[in-house]
Structures are given as structure tokens and as C-alpha cells.
């Protein structure tokens, strides 16, 4: 954890270091994913977890890239990530300007280059549920009102912003303290192929328009957006890099 | 710290295999010349194996196991979890089924492999059990126990989805996988019961093309 907190001084521009650099507890409760598979009956149970306040940067990258460099563009084995992979950046371990800059959050990496920089932090990527759950965390602290978050959301998704990515972490930390949960890139979690029924027969791409209605406790906005970002993590291989698509890492409490 | 050690060495096997796939990626360079003869295939190209996985395993013995150490010869592989009586069971039987319908020469030197995603109740021990029940030849047969940030990298590696459903149970992908002798995906069977012969006829044309290029068996 102490590596984590050095690297992320190192890296980040003196304007944004200290304060936003870290990582936040969020405390666990009795809670259930937005999106429905199936009534278990019984609410689920979120232990408490640390997360990084914001995205993993192309510097924060960098430095992995350079301490492990068999991650490199041009050394990672094919099987770990697609062709795009860092393809935004100009050399294998340079960073240049817009999306591509130091401060920018890192896109163009997989499923296993996001694991594989977050172990490498100590941590592991979050999961699903705790993503999710921090989310609404932060949404109840702000009392942001469902239809505005949705709105919100339908905007984002409507014109991602991927031509010129905002820096990370910009601007104040809202209610608990986490940055760009919405709104500057999507992120990986660690079970992000969502498993919806018994073996692959139905899951949020093949099911039929009645199994889409199922997945959904209620069907106001702030739900169906939220349903978007499932179906956008079901669309992904854990090879696949995108423009729109970073991470941040997940701790266990000591 | 646990967790930091495999990193660490699983680091360095990658850079072992990486240093190994060199020496033929100049090759591109000579495609201006008509006549030239293609080099063999045989070193073409590990960027797709599973080896690369670089993750500690117990057998169903208690002894250590890494996937590299199943380089050299043909694979099957498929995950379950040992408590499952609907789907896994039918898995396993799968993959018992290509083995005894494989040709005798390439039986003895098929391999097979079945990961559990359930480490806390799947030990080595009752993966032993578990592996004494279906009567299968220890030697070529390994019933794996890992680290579950591994298996969850292993299952993204073979396309197998699952999910832990809190209550023992596991929501699942039932997928049979054949692997070649450098570990890279050569056949998949998706679905319970299915036919035996696209991976058995997978496994044949294998060993026939090796053959009839003067390549070693696999």
C-alpha cells in the first residue's frame, strides 16, 4: 500500500498530488446489484473495501510498463491483449500529449494488463458489485436525484468524449471522495462477463427482450441507464482494449 | 506479499517465453523473395498460449504444477467444481469420453486437465477423491487446485464464465478445450454431452500434419 501511495506522488502533476492522491474506505452493508439476475431472497452481503480515488493515469501506466516490461505494447504475449493495446501511445514506454498525456486516464488496456498492474500494486481490480455499490454510495451521499443521474448518464454514453479525454481526478472529489466514477472513461472490474443464468444460454446480449425486462427491479430511467453499463461490460472480451475504457484498483482492508 | 511473489515470477516467466519467440520475428522481412521456402511452424507465434499464464497449482497429489510443464503434448482442458452434481460431472465424462475415443497412440500421450474455480471446499484431497471416483490414469489425468485471482485469469483465457452463487453453488459456462503441445486453443466443445468427434478429429489432423511436415509428434 505505502508503494502505491509513492508512485502516486511521483507521477501526478504537482498541481493535483497530495490531496487527491490515495485511496478511500468505503464501508460494506447488506446490499444487491441494480440489475437483478434472479430473487435469491436473501440481500447480499459488501465487505468493506479500499478503492483508489481515481483512474489509473498513462503515467501511473507508464511506470508499470517500465517495471514490468513484458507488459510493454510490444512484448505483451497476444493472448493478454487485443492489437489495440497502449496503441494511443506514441513509442512502447513514451507518453505524448492529449489522450496519450501523463495525466490522461490509460484506455487501450485489457482485462489482464488492468489485473496485472493492480496485483502489482497490491490490490486486485474491484468487483462488480463493489463498483457498483460505490456508485450508489456516492450518488446517496450527493443526493443526486435518480432522473438527473440518468440523464446525466445518457448523456455521456451519447457522446463519450473519447476524441479529448478530460485528465483524471480534475476538479473537486464529490461525496465520498471518488473521482470519474461517471462521466470520463469506463472501467474494468474483475467479473465483468456477468453471468445471468445457468451456463452461457441466456446473459445480457442473447436474452430476449423479456429476459431484459426481467433484469430489472424497475423500469425508471435511472435503472435503464444503469442497465446500459451492464450491457457494455457484456459486450467486452477480456482481451479487448478501447478508447473508452480504463480502471482503477481495489484493496483489501489489512 | 503472497500475491507480489507470483507477480513476480510469473514476470519472469513471460520474459523467458517473449525472449524465446524472437529470434523468428525478422522473418516478415523476406517475403519479397518468390521463391523462398517457408520455414517450418513449429516456433511461430507462442503469443496465444496458455502458458503464459504463469500461475502456481496443487494436483490432486499435493504437489506443485504449472501449465508450462503440460508444453510437449496435447491437452484437454475443462473447469468444474467438485460439489456440483448436475453439469460438472457430465464435464468430466466429456472429457473421458474424447480420451477413450482418441486412437490408442495418442492416448497415451494426451493430457488431461480439469481446474476447479472452487478452491475453498476443492483440496487437493478431495480432488483426489474426486479423480479416484471416475477411474482415470493419474498420470495423464490432473485435477487442479489454485489461487482464485488465477483461476479467474484461466477461465477468461478458455472463455468460461462463472459465477459463485454464495450457497456452494456455482452459475457456470460448460466448455471442453483442446489444447496444442504449445498450449494455444485448438478446438472448443461448448455445451454438455456434445459429440466427441470435433476434438477427436482435431487431435487426429494435429498429429497427421506434423507427421507429413517431418515435424516432431505434436
Known amino acids: ?254 | 506479499m503472497k500475491l507480489f511473489t507470483l507477480t513476480v515470477m510469473a514476470g519472469t516467466l513471460l520474459a523467458a517465453v517473449t525472449q524465446a519467440a524472437t529470434p523468428n520475428s525478422g522473418h516478415a522481412g523476406h517475403d519479397a523473395h518468390a521463391h523462398h521456402t517457408p520455414m517450418q511452424a513449429e516456433t511461430v507465434d507462442h503469443g496465444h498460449s496458455l502458458f503464459h499464464l504463469g500461475a502456481d497449482w496443487r494436483t490432486q497429489a499435493g504437489g506443485p504444477f504449472r501449465l508450462e510443464e503440460l508444453a510437449g503434448r496435447p491437452t484437454i482442458i475443462t473447469m468444474i467444481y467438485g460439489s456440483c452434481t448436475t453439469a460438472c460431472p457430465v464435464l468430466v465424462n466429456d472429457a473421458r469420453r474424447i480420451d477413450r475415443a482418441v486412437p490408442e497412440a495418442i492416448r497415451d500421450e494426451l493430457q488431461v486437465v480439469i481446474v476447479s474455480f472452487d478452491p475453498a471446499r476443492d483440496t487437493p484431497e478431495r480432488l483426489a477423491d474426486y479423480a479416484a471416483d471416475y477411474e482415470v490414469d493419474p498420470e495423464r489425468w490432473q485435477f487442479l487446485h489454485g489461487d482464485p485471482a488465477d483461476i479467474r485469469t484461466l477461465a477468461a483465457m478458455l472463455g468460461v464464465r462463472y459465477r459463485d452463487n454464495g450457497d456452494g453453488t456455482f452459475d457456470h459456462s460448460n466448455v471442453v478445450t483442446l489444447l496444442d503441445a504449445q498450449g494455444r486453443i485448438v478446438e472448443r466443445n461448448e455445451g454438455l454431452a456434445r459429440p466427441v468427434e470435433p476434438i477427436v478429429e482435431a487431435l487426429v489432423k494435429l498429429r497427421g500434419t506434423r507427421q507429413a511436415a517431418g515435424m516432431a509428434a505434436w
Open chain 1, 1 to 254: 500500500m505505502r508503494t502505491l501511495l509513492i508512485i502516486l506522488t511521483l507521477v501526478l502533476p504537482p498541481a493535483v498530488a497530495a490531496e487527491d492522491a490515495g485511496i478511500v474506505l468505503i464501508g460494506g452493508g447488506d446490499w444487491e446489484l441494480p440489475i437483478v439476475r434472479e430473487d435469491t431472497g436473501a440481500p447480499g452481503r459488501v465487505e468493506d473495501f479500499l478503492l483508489d480515488v481515481r483512474q489509473v493515469s498513462n503515467a501511473d501506466f507508464l511506470d508499470f510498463v517500465r517495471a514490468k516490461p513484458e507488459w510493454r505494447r510490444d512484448r505483451a504475449p497476444g493472448i493478454f491483449r487485443d492489437a489495440r493495446y497502449l496503441s494511443h501511445w506514441p513509442q512502447a514506454d513514451a507518453l505524448g500529449v492529449g489522450n496519450a498525456a501523463p495525466n490522461r486516464p490509460v484506455t487501450h488496456v485489457s482485462w489482464y494488463a488492468a489485473r496485472a498492474y493492480c496485483r502489482e500494486m497490491g490490490g486486485r481490480l474491484p468487483t462488480m458489485t463493489e463498483w457498483e455499490y460505490a456508485s450508489e454510495k456516492q450518488r446517496d451521499t450527493l443526493s443526486v436525484a435518480p432522473e438527473d443521474y440518468a440523464h446525466e448518464l445518457f448523456s455521456w454514453y451519447a457522446n463519450p468524449g473519447a476524441g479529448a479525454l478530460r485528465p483524471v481526478a480534475e476538479g473537486p472529489a464529490p461525496g465520498l471522495g471518488i473521482h470519474d466514477l461517471h462521466g470520463l472513461v469506463l472501467e474494468w472490474v474483475e467479473d465483468f462477463q456477468l453471468v445471468l443464468g445457468r451456463g452461457d444460454d441466456i446473459d445480457l446480449l442473447t436474452g430476449s427482450c423479456g429476459d431484459t425486462a426481467r433484469f430489472l427491479p424497475e423500469f425508471d430511467e435511472a435503472h435503464y441507464a444503469t442497465f446500459l453499463r451492464f450491457q457494455s461490460r457484456s459486450n467486452y472480451q477480456p482481451d479487448t482494449t478501447t478508447s473508452t475504457l480504463g480502471f482503477r484498483c481495489a484493496y483489501d482492508p489489512e
